[in-house]
């Protein structure tokens, strides 16, 4: 059974940090792509960042280019992305999930970033 537990978030102030982790469990993680999405309420749910199987080559959404950083540890099955220099703006709940044949959704994890 596949899941993608992510956790990490919360309430953070305008130029804070937060780092995300979504644990994979279900199937071979170090043979897939994936993503970190983002949805706000009302809004389609947009791609972040990404990352190839191996980790050797991202993709920042120019929204958040240079701010946040995706990695990953393909030995302990987990998906990071760390958040820096957090706008109100990046408020969302985060997602993670496959690049390729992608799998049903976690709950997600909450980001709050407001003074």
């Known amino acids: 059974q596949v899941q993608l537990v992510e956790s990490g978030g919360g309430l953070v102030q305008p130029g804070g940090s937060l780092r995300l982790s979504c644990a994979v469990s279900g199937f071979t993680f170090s043979k897939f792509g994936m993503r970190w999405y983002r949805q706000t309420p009302g809004k389609e749910r947009e791609v972040v960042a990404a990352i190839t199987s191996s980790g050797s080559t991202t993709h920042i959404a120019d929204s958040v280019k240079g701010r946040f950083t995706i990695s990953r540890d393909n030995v302990n099955n987990t998906l990071y992305l760390q958040m820096n220099r957090l706008k109100p703006e990046d408020t969302a709940v985060y997602y993670c999930?496959?690049?390729?044949?992608?799998?049903?959704w976690g709950q997600g994890t909450q980001v709050t970033v407001s003074s």
């Open positions: 999930n496959r690049i390729l044949n992608p799998k049903p």
